[in-house]
């Protein structure tokens, strides 16, 4: 038991899903898992242990932003031993390539800041996810015949932005989508020497404006985390 996970020793299993949302964490065990128990209530942040297709999966939620994030990751790393980390969840498109239900596979994850900086000083670390996972992921989603693009993406803690010539630079320089979370789970799990990926749904356009309803979200994050599961349990 930790201070934000109250799983006791062994409750957690080695791969780990994690959506930002502690409700989508809920749909997704009930949805895809089987003999699904509830293994974290702290704080509301929901996480649960199950099986899928014979293999053990915890679907823990991470909360918004890189701060919620780096707090989970570290404590299921550090005192759980999770050794595979895929966020699941979504993330607004800026490419006009990338549509609304697309699926994203970031490779590399920038952004303006992360709980991390302090002990980088002036190296801008570049943090990027587990070649062998982003190989199997994308493999799965061909397989499934899911639209998906696979580049970088930028992970920002503000949700609410007024910086549009900071979006523009992102545009331009090819930046598939932006999120929240990924690129301090990419760095914790290359401190750590784990395995991490970020798949994730485009449920909204930022060039376009385009929005996916709030009830078709769940419907069209099936395919995000089938891909997720997949990934996690293919040898490459």
Known sequence: MTVH???KPGDIAETVLMPGDPYR?????ETF???AVCTNEVRGMLGFTGMWNGNRVTIQGSGMGMPSMSIYANELIKDYNAQTLIRIGSCGAMQDETKVRDVVLAMTACSSGTPSDTIFKE???APVCD????????AA?????TRTHVGSIYSSDTFYAERNDLTEQMIRHGVLAVEMEAAELYILAARYKRRA???MTVSDHIITGEALPSDQRERSFGDMVEIALEAAFTKV
């Open 197 to 199: 990926l970020a798949v």
């Open 123 to 125: 190296v801008n670390y």
């Open 5 to 7: 996970i109250g799983a």
């Open 141 to 145: 989603a061909h397989k499934r015949g």
């Open 33 to 35: 898992l089987t003999d």
């Open 131 to 138: 070649f062998g996972l982003l190989q199997a992921a994308h």
């Open 25 to 29: 964490a809920k749909w997704a065990a």
